[in-house]
């Protein structure tokens, strides 16, 4: 079972014009209702996304600053930030002249038993989630050592059966082997990231702005060597609503 990876090109915007936008799908096809973008863009430049009632977006701010508007709201985005979109939402991006802007948009199919729950819930799925990744709570997990940093980037229930998370640590360390049946998972490297990611007999090098698709119910590992750093966001992406319920059974967050 091999493990599919794709690098995002850092320096695309290297050399490029006033005005020049890159949009490039990746990870086509991996996994079912899911869409991602890698969207670099210089500015002076304007993204107009609109709603779509069958589908949730999630942008990642990789680096950069730009100016979100949804309505009549305008936030400012500068640096590593998480951005739960209201459902149903058009937004806009708006890169002024001297700036740049690099982000993943995961855009995140809904089913009916998704668009049920979210009624009885519609207060959080109409508002925003926007934090800093640097500020986002942080949590212990068995599989994991006690010197490594994770945090909950999007906690469960903000997106139906989508949740993310970062892990960071030093070699010689590890993240103990395990499996998880009931979600696909991604990892995206953060800057300094050299670690090996092993899924049945098979091992990937995930470096800085690599994604790398974790078969799903494969038996896998993480490990870094001494000198090196492990860094990465992952991202679950559950089957079904129940399936959601081992984020509350393995993560024992250390602030609320």
Known sequence: MNIKTEKLSADI?????????NRKRVMIHEIDGVDIEYISAKGPQQICEMPDPDHYD???SLNGSTDLIINDDEYSIDGNCIIKIPYGSEYD??????????????RKGLDEKDKQLM????????????????????????????????????????????????????????????DHPMLDQLFFGLPGCRCNCHADG?????????????????????????????????????????GEKYMGEQHQMDDK
């Open 13 to 21: 915007l290297i050399g490029r014009p006033e005005g020049f936008i």
């Open 58 to 60: 999630v942008l990642l």
């Open 93 to 106: 991006i708006r890169i002024d002249a001297g700036c740049e802007f690099n982000y993943l948009k995961i």
């Open 119 to 178: 009624v009885t819930e519609w207060d959080s799925h109409k508002a925003i989630y926007l934090k800093a990744l640097s500020d986002c709570p942080t949590y212990k997990e068995d599989i994991k050592s006690d010197k490594t940093l994770n945090r909950m980037i999007l906690p469960e229930g903000k997106v139906p059966r989508f949740c993310m998370g970062s892990v960071e640590t030093e070699g010689p360390d590890e993240v103990a082997a395990h």
């Open 202 to 242: 098979d091992t990937a090098l995930l470096t800085e702005n690599l994604l790398l698709h974790i078969p799903l119910g494969s038996m896998h590992a993480v490990s870094v060597e001494e000198g090196n750093k492990l860094a990465y966001i992952w991202m679950d992406f559950f089957l079904t609503l129940e």
